[in-house]
């Protein structure tokens, strides 16, 4: 026995024991559903919004600390890594700045001002300023005793060719115990 089902014009065969009346539900589920996997692949395949990837997240094991958390750098569309820099500020006075990219490429600077410092310059206290892989590795410690800083940096996991994730510690050469 065969079924006319409705607005769709096609045929199907009526198998013994099922009902004629035909439900809609299972239609809209499955079109929702398709819906919903088309709008995750448009999302994947646009990809992520550059800038959301690139970001500081702070967190911290020791309060004497005075930066610690995870950065990561990712490469945008035109090719070049983010940076992202800390102005340190006590009192309303600039004290130092730190860049954070772009990529393994690391810089304090004294004071605080609003144009761009290039990493390269002397006035960089970090040397080297751009961390060495070792294989699928990084890491790097920097002393810096005019500000009475340490800066530590390691490249952290989940890192790959376009994004670079870096665990960061900048705390006090010698911590106050309280």
């Known amino acids: ?3 006319n089902v409705g607005r769709f014009g096609g045929i199907l065969p009526l198998l013994h024991g099922f009902s004629r009346e035909r439900s809609t539900v299972r239609q809209r ?9 088309g709008v995750c692949a448009s999302a994947a395949l646009l990809g992520v919004d550059a800038a959301a990837a690139q970001l500081f997240r702070p967190f911290s094991n020791d309060t004497r600390n005075i930066l610690e958390g995870n950065w990561q750098s990712c490469r945008d569309r035109d090719g070049t890594y983010a940076e992202r820099v800390y102005d340190h500020v006590v009192n309303g006075v600039g004290q130092f700045e730190v860049h954070m990219g772009p990529r393994r490429e690391f810089a304090i600077f004294k004071g605080v001002q609003d144009g ?3 990493h390269e310059s002397f006035e960089n206290l970090l040397s080297p300023f751009r961390v060495a892989m070792e294989g699928t590795r990084a890491k790097q410690r920097w002393e810096i005793p005019s500000l009475k800083l340490v800066f530590s940096v390691t490249l952290a996991g989940g890192s790959r ?3 670079e994730s870096w665990f960061i510690v900048l705390e006090p050469l010698e911590k106050t115990s309280h």
């Open 161 to 163: 060719t376009d994004c």
């Open 116 to 118: 761009h410092r290039d």
């Open 29 to 37: 589920f499955a079109r929702s559903t398709w819906l919903l996997i």
């Open 1 to 3: 026995m065969w079924i």
